[in-house]
C-alpha cells in the first residue's frame, strides 16, 4: 500500500522524487522519505523522513545541501508494523548505514528475523519490519556480495509478498529492485541517459511513457543508462520495454480541489473512451480486442465466476446480472480475499472474471493464482495498463478512464460496469443466444450513456444541496433492489470512505430482517427507486421507513411524481433503458458523498486509515 520510488541520472534527484512522491500518495500518506547518495557528502547516503503529510518532507528538504545528489529513493507509507512516526518512516538503513531500503509489503516473518539479527548484535532504529530487511542486506554486502546479489539472497529468507528497493553507499549510481510475490507493482521507467523506479508507472508519467514492468520473483539491477533484470537465481533475463499511450496531465488535479470531483467529471470521457475500445459503431458490433485468446473459449464455458474487492466487487456484481441476463451462462460473484481462502470449485470451463482497476490488489491477485492452478480461463478488467492482473489473464478487457487518483474509485467503477456489460455481450454472441438485431439496439443504446451522463454532471448544486441536508447525520441507510442493491452497497462505501459517516449498504428486501430497526429520525435512508430497480418493492420500504420517522433520499427517474410524495429529497437521473440505469443512478451518490466530506471537512483524497491500492493482507 506503500508507495516507492527511485531515480538514477544526472539530474538532481530530490525534486524528482518528491514530484513522484506526490503522485503516489494516494497509496500512503501518514509519513514519507528520501534517501540521496551524495558523493560530495563523504560518499554517504542521506535519509530525510518525516512522519505526517508529504508537506512535512517537502520543507525539511528545501535547502538540505545534503540531497544533493543525481541517485535516489523514497517512500510514502501506509503503517502495518510500527506506529507513523519519524523513525518508523522509509528509508530504512542496515547497521552500517551503507545499505538504504524501501519497502512495500509485510515480512511476515520478520519476529524471527529480527530476533536472529539481534542475536547477531544488529541495533534496530525502527519498530518496522522493513528493517530487517536492510540488515539482512547489509550483511549480505558486508560478506563481499554486490548490493544486486545482497538484495537476492534477502529476498529469499522473507516470507510474505514485497516490494523493494535498495541503495548502497557502496554502489554508487546503482538502484536495486525487487518484486516478490504479489504485494504491489514495481515498474521501471526509461528515460534519455536516465532511469526510474515506482510502485506504479502514474508516478513517473511526467518523465517516460516507457516502462519494464516486473513480475513477481525479478530482480532489478538500474543504473542511468541499463536495466537489467534477473530472477531469483541465475542470469540475466530477457525482458521487454512497453510504450503506454498515457497523458500525464490527466495525473493532474487541474483546476478542481479535489481528484475525485475531477474524476466525477472526468465520467463521460471515460466512457466514451472505454466504449470506443469495446464496441464498433458504424455499423455496430463487438470487438472487445484485448481478450486475446480468451474470445475463443466463451463457447464452451459453462459458468462465470466474478470476482473483485470494494467497488470492484460492486461493478462485478452488476456483471453478474448482465451475465445471467444476456449470456445466458450460470453466474456468480464472491470477494476475492474470500474466494482465494474457500478452495472454490473451478474448471476449464469456467470463466473467471476479475475486475481490478489497479490490477495491483493482492487479493485480487491470488485469486486469480487459485483460478490458475484449477486451469480456469480467466478476463481481467483493467484500469492501469501492464498491470499484474493483466499479465497473469488469458484476456484483457482494458478500462480507459485514465489514472484514477482519487482513493475513492469513481470513473474506474462506472467504467468498469460499461467493460462489463460489453464482455456479456460479448459472450452472448460467441454461444448465439443474441439476435444481431438485439445486439446492435443494446450498443446503439449503450453509445448514448456518456451523453446523459454528462447531462448529470452540468448542475452540481443539487448535489450540494443534498448533502447539506444530510451532512450532520451520524449513521446512513442506503437500499437497493436488483440491480439496485449493488449502487446502494457502493453509494454507502462512497459515503463512509470519505464523510465517515456511518454508511451500510443493504438489499431492499433485506431491510425487515434487521435493519428496520436502526430507522429513527437520526438516520436516513438513500433508496435506489429507479424505473428499472424494482421500483413498486421499492417503495413499499420507502413507506415503512417513513412511518417510522425516518427522512429518505430517494434516487428516481425523471418524470417520476409520484416518489416525491414519500421521500424529503428525490433526485432524478435520466431515463433509459435497464441495463445503464446502474449508472445514472450511481453518480448522484458519488456527487452527494462528495460534497457531503466536504461540508464536513474531511480530506476527501486522503481518507483516514486507507489506501488506493491494496497491495497487503
Ligand atoms: O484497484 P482495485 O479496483 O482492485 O481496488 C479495489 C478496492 O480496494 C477499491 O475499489 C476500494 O474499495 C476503493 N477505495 C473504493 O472507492
Same mark, same amino acid.
Given at each position: ?7 538514477? *541520472? ?39 523522513? +518525516?512522519?505526517?503529510?508529504? /508537506? ?9 545541501? @545534503? ?11 501506509? %503503517? ?17 548505514? +551503507?545499505?538504504?531500503?524501501? !519497502? ?7 519476529? $524471527? ?6 542475536? +547477531? ?47 548502497? /553507499? ?19 521507467? !526509461? ?11 502514474? $508516478? ?24 537489467? &533484470?534477473?530472477?531469483?537465481?541465475? *542470469? ?79 461493478? %462485478? ?13 450460470? $453466474?456468480?460473484?464472491?470477494?476475492? =480475499? ?11 470451463? @469456467?470463466?473467471?472474471? =476479475? ?5 495491483? @490488489? ?10 490458475? +492452478? ?43 460496469? &460499461? /467493460? ?62 436488483? =440491480? ?18 456511518? $454508511? ?80 445514472? /443512478? ?32
Amino acid at each position: 500500500m506503500c508507495g516507492i520510488v527511485g531515480y538514477a *541520472g544526472s539530474q538532481p534527484a530530490t525534486p524528482i522524487l518528491l514530484q513522484a512522491l506526490h503522485a503516489l500518495e494516494y497509496r500512503g500518506y501518514d509519513s514519507a522519505g528520501v534517501a540521496i547518495y551524495n558523493a560530495e557528502n563523504g560518499g554517504a547516503v542521506t535519509v530525510v523522513k +518525516r512522519a505526517g503529510k508529504l /508537506a512535512n518532507l517537502d520543507d525539511a528538504c528545501e535547502g538540505n545541501l @545534503t540531497l544533493d545528489g543525481s541517485t535516489g529513493i523514497g517512500h510514502t507509507r501506509w %503503517a502495518t508494523h510500527g506506529a507513523p512516526t519519524d523513525h518508523n518512516a522509509h528509508p530504512h538503513q542496515g547497521f552500517g548505514g +551503507r545499505v538504504t531500503i524501501v !519497502h512495500n509489503g509485510i515480512v511476515e516473518n520478520y519476529a $524471527a528475523l529480527r530476533a536472529e539479527l539481534q542475536g +547477531r548484535g544488529r541495533v534496530f532504529q525502527s519498530e518496522t519490519d522493513t528493517e530487517t530487511i536492510a540488515h539482512l542486506v547489509e550483511e549480505n554486502m558486508a560478506a563481499g556480495a554486490s548490493l544486486l546479489e545482497s538484495l537476492r539472497a534477502a529476498g529469499a529468507r522473507l516470507e510474505g509478498s514485497q516490494a523493494i528497493v535498495a541503495v548502497s /553507499a557502496d554502489e554508487p549510481g546503482v538502484i536495486a529492485g525487487a518484486r516478490i510475490g504479489n504485494a504491489g507493482g514495481l515498474v521501471v521507467g !526509461h528515460g534519455d541517459g536516465e532511469m526510474y523506479l515506482a510502485s506504479d508507472l502514474a $508516478a513517473l508519467l511526467p518523465y517516460t511513457r516507457t516502462f519494464t514492468f516486473l513480475s513477481d520473483g525479478q530482480y532489478a539491477h538500474v543504473q542511468a543508462d541499463k536495466l537489467t &533484470v534477473y530472477e531469483m537465481t541465475g *542470469g540475466p533475463i530477457e525482458t521487454e520495454a512497453v510504450t503506454v499511450d498515457l497523458d500525464p496531465v490527466a495525473a493532474l488535479k487541474g483546476e478542481h480541489p479535489f481528484f475525485m470531483l475531477k474524476e466525477i467529471h472526468e465520467q463521460p470521457q471515460a466512457l466514451r473512451d472505454t466504449i470506443a475500445s469495446l464496441v464498433s459503431v458504424e455499423p455496430p458490433a463487438m470487438t472487445l480486442d484485448d481478450l486475446r485468446g480468451a474470445k475463443s473459449s466463451f463457447a464452451n464455458i459453462n459458468r462465470v465466476v466474478l470476482i473483485g474487492m470494494g467497488t470492484s466487487m460492486h461493478s %462485478a456484481m452488476l456483471g453478474r446480472t448482465f451475465i445471467e441476463q444476456i449470456a445466458k451462462v450460470t $453466474a456468480e460473484v464472491d470477494n476475492a =480475499s474470500e474466494f482465494r481462502y474457500r478452495m472454490p470449485i473451478l474448471d476449464e470451463m @469456467t470463466l473467471v472474471v =476479475s475486475v481490478s482497476q489497479s490490477g495491483e @490488489t493482492v487479493d485480487v491477485l491470488e485469486a486469480m493464482a487459485v483460478a490458475k +492452478r484449477a486451469g480456469a480461463i480467466q478476463v481481467t478488467i483493467c484500469n492501469t495498463p501492464g498491470a499484474q492482473t493483466t499479465r497473469v489473464a488469458d484476456g484483457t478487457l482494458y478500462t480507459r478512464a485514465g489514472p484514477e487518483r482519487g482513493v475513492a474509485s469513481t470513473k474506474c467503477f462506472t467504467a468498469q460496469v &460499461v /467493460a462489463l456489460y460489453t464482455l456479456a455481450l460479448g459472450i452472448a454472441e460467441a454461444r448465439g443466444v443474441i439476435s444481431a438485431d438485439d445486439l446492435a439496439n443494446r450498443i446503439t443504446d449503450l453509445v448514448r450513456l456518456p451523453d446523459l451522463v454528462a447531462s448529470q454532471l452540468a448542475d452540481m448544486s443539487i448535489y450540494e444541496r443534498a448533502a447539506e441536508e444530510f451532512k450532520d447525520t451520524a449513521h446512513m441507510l442506503f437500499l437497493g433492489r436488483g =440491480s439496485g442493491f449493488p449502487i446502494a452497497m457502493e453509494g454507502a462505501l462512497k459515503m463512509k470512505e470519505v464523510s465517515y459517516i456511518h $454508511a451500510e449498504g443493504y438489499a431492499a428486501g433485506e431491510m425487515k430482517h434487521g435493519p428496520i430497526a436502526l430507522i429513527d429520525k437520526t438516520c436516513p435512508t438513500v433508496v435506489i427507486a429507479t424505473r428499472h430497480g424494482m421500483r413498486s418493492k421499492v417503495i413499499s420500504n420507502m413507506e415503512q421507513v417513513e412511518s417510522r420517522g425516518g427522512r429518505v433520499l430517494a434516487i428516481v427517474s425523471e418524470g417520476d411524481e409520484e416518489i416525491a410524495k414519500v421521500a424529503q429529497v428525490t433526485i432524478s437521473v435520466p431515463d433509459c433503458g435497464p441495463d445503464m440505469e446502474p449508472v445514472l /443512478a450511481t453518480i448522484p451518490l458519488q456527487a452527494i458523498a462528495y460534497y457531503t466530506a466536504v461540508a464536513r471537512g474531511c480530506d476527501v483524497d486522503h481518507p483516514r486509515n486507507l489506501a488506493k491500492t491494496v497491495t497487503v493482507e
